[in-house]
């Protein structure tokens, strides 16, 4: 067990207490409804969500489906992980041996690819045969890069024959995907007979923000009535504009209009609590990964008044692509801190199928509780629980570290169930798209 844990910063207000005790008290309850709504809509096959602790209100900012931390785990949890990817597994498709790992392009990121490693030996744990097929062009053969843990991954091409897809003989059942696509989808991987997971579909080529929070809006709503709780408390508030150019300004007064607005509707609620601190919106980048195209907005003006380098800076995405769309998103503070140092953290918890597996804080001395903390000069550290983030203790408080976790569990699962009806209405589309259009 991680002894070390963030500390929170501020005292509980009424919102946050009220919630976490109303998590002890309905549990049950609250287990039974997330097992009725993944058996409706399957849960995506693992997820990444990071979440933001104000004390007066805790919610995730972002949602990733292709998660790329499983080397900063905490090694304990390894058997629930195994336990997990067998059930998701086993659900795509009970009788599959062999899976094909199609990890990202970029082989010169080491910490990636420990991930990746690590990923890999977690599904041969489970019980299946790994290999990992590469997308990159310049491949030609097996190429294998040792990484400074003492690991190695032996990257090899994929070779499409007609339906299916293959490396150096070896056929896989299905093809799991740990590449977000953001540079588009791979022509190779489409109308495969063989099964690929998460679909194509939910990468960044395809996948909007705006869309996912929308989900999770309605899903923050069901859960809310069923609580008898606000929810705004496990929802961050947002608004979009669709069609931005940060270089040629273009798309500049929906930003300036929409943030204005945002701002005016978090300022209500922190009335409505009394919460003093001063709101703020996140503007960044609708689809997009890695903490691109990501800056914190407390005025309208400060939009206006953006200099060359931070119009450039917001303008690109993940492999070049250009930004077009923005989401605006309240900013959610975060009052953990982690060290003697007492740098700024946050909670990102992963999951598997509907499993809580593990997670751990992101952490950034350089950076404040109001900024992005995915950024170059972050750390990590296993989240310190001694059970995974699904088993509260009732005998203790309700801000006690099991039950602080159960309620980081419990709102990250609000957003994988978002994920989840999100996939559902990419792979309807996929279903009824013609043939022409399914493949572009």
């Known amino acids: 067990?991680?002894?070390?844990?963030?500390?929170?910063?501020?005292?509980?207000?009424?919102?946050?207490?009220?919630?976490?005790?109303?998590?002890?008290?309905?549990?049950?309850?609250?287990?039974?409804?997330?097992?009725?709504?993944?058996?409706?809509?399957?849960?995506?096959?693992?997820?990444?969500?990071?979440?933001?602790?104000?004390?007066?209100?805790?919610?995730?900012?972002?949602?990733?489906?292709?998660?790329?931390?499983?080397?900063?785990l905490n090694p304990a949890f390894e058997s629930l992980c195994v336990r997990a990817l067998q059930a998701a597994l086993e659900r795509v498709m009970p009788s599959a041996c062999?899976?094909?790992l199609v990890p990202e392009n970029h082989t010169r990121n080491l910490f990636y690819l420990e991930s990746v490693a690590v990923l890999q030996d977690l599904i041969?744990?489970?019980?299946?045969?790994?290999?990992?097929?590469?997308?990159?062009?310049?491949?030609?053969?097996?190429?294998?890069?040792?990484?400074?843990?003492?690991?190695?991954?032996?990257?090899?091409?994929?070779v499409r024959?007609?339906?299916?897809?293959?490396?150096?003989?070896?056929?896989?059942?299905?093809?799991?995907?740990?590449?977000?696509?953001?540079?588009?989808?791979?022509?190779?991987?489409?109308?495969?007979?063989?099964?690929?997971?998460?679909?194509?579909?939910?990468?960044?080529?395809n996948r909007l923000k705006t869309q996912h929070f929308g989900h999770y809006h309605d899903v923050a709503a069901e859960f809310g009535e069923m609580l008898g709780i606000d929810p705004w408390w496990i929802e961050p508030l947002f608004r979009n504009c669709g069609q931005v150019n940060f270089k040629t300004r273009e798309g500049e007064e929906c930003l300036v209009s929409n943030v204005a607005l945002l701002l005016e509707d978090i300022e209500a609620k922190y009335r409505e609590y009394g919460v003093k601190d001063e709101p703020?919106?996140?503007?960044?980048?609708?689809?997009?990964?890695?903490?691109?195209?990501?800056?914190?907005?407390?005025?309208?003006?400060?939009?206006?008044?953006?200099?060359?380098?931070?119009?450039?800076?917001?303008?690109?995405?993940?492999?070049?692509?250009?930004?077009?769309?923005?989401?605006?998103?309240?900013?959610?503070?975060?009052?953990?801190?982690?060290?003697?140092?007492?740098?700024?953290a946050e909670p990102v918890v992963y999951m598997i199928d509907r499993y809580v597996v593990g997670g751990f804080y992101r952490v950034h001395g350089g950076r404040s509780n109001t900024e992005n903390l995915n950024a170059p000069g972050a750390s990590f550290q296993p989240l310190a629980f001694a059970e995974p983030c699904s088993?509260?203790?009732?005998?203790?408080?309700?801000?006690?570290?099991?039950?602080?976790?159960?309620?980081?569990?419990?709102?990250?699962?609000l957003a994988l169930l978002a994920a989840a009806r999100e996939i559902a209405v990419a792979n309807t589309q996929a279903a009824t798209a013609p043939l022409s259009e399914a493949a572009a």
Not at 46 to 59: I, P, Q, T, W
Not at 332 to 338: A, G, I, L, Q, S
Not at 391 to 413: E, I, K, L, M, S
């Open 1 to 72: 067990m991680i002894d070390a844990v963030p500390n929170l910063t501020t005292a509980q207000t009424a919102p946050l207490l009220r919630f976490e005790s109303l998590l002890l008290e309905r549990a049950a309850n609250i287990e039974s409804w997330f097992r009725r709504e993944f058996l409706k809509t399957p849960p995506p096959f693992y997820c990444s969500v990071d979440l933001r602790n104000a004390g007066f209100k805790l919610a995730p900012v972002d949602t990733n489906l292709f998660p790329a931390g499983f080397n900063n």
């Open 98 to 100: 062999d899976v094909l």
């Open 124 to 158: 041969q744990k489970a019980g299946y045969r790994v290999r990992l097929g590469s997308l990159r062009t310049d491949l030609s053969a097996p190429e294998t890069i040792k990484l400074p843990s003492g690991r190695e991954v032996l990257l090899e091409p994929i």
């Open 161 to 205: 024959d007609g339906d299916t897809v293959s490396v150096a003989g070896f056929k896989p059942c299905v093809i799991v995907l740990n590449n977000d696509l953001s540079g588009g989808r791979p022509v190779i991987l489409e109308n495969l007979v063989q099964p690929v997971i998460p679909p194509l579909g939910v990468g960044w080529s």
């Open 280 to 344: 703020f919106v996140i503007v960044k980048a609708d689809a997009g990964t890695y903490g691109m195209g990501v800056m914190t907005v407390k005025s309208p003006d400060e939009i206006r008044n953006l200099n060359r380098d931070a119009r450039k800076k917001m303008a690109s995405a993940k492999e070049g692509r250009e930004v077009t769309g923005a989401i605006i998103q309240e900013g959610v503070y975060t009052f953990e801190r982690w060290g003697d140092e007492q740098a700024t």
């Open 391 to 413: 088993h509260p203790d009732c005998t203790q408080a309700p801000d006690a570290r099991p039950n602080r976790f159960y309620a980081y569990g419990v709102a990250a699962r």
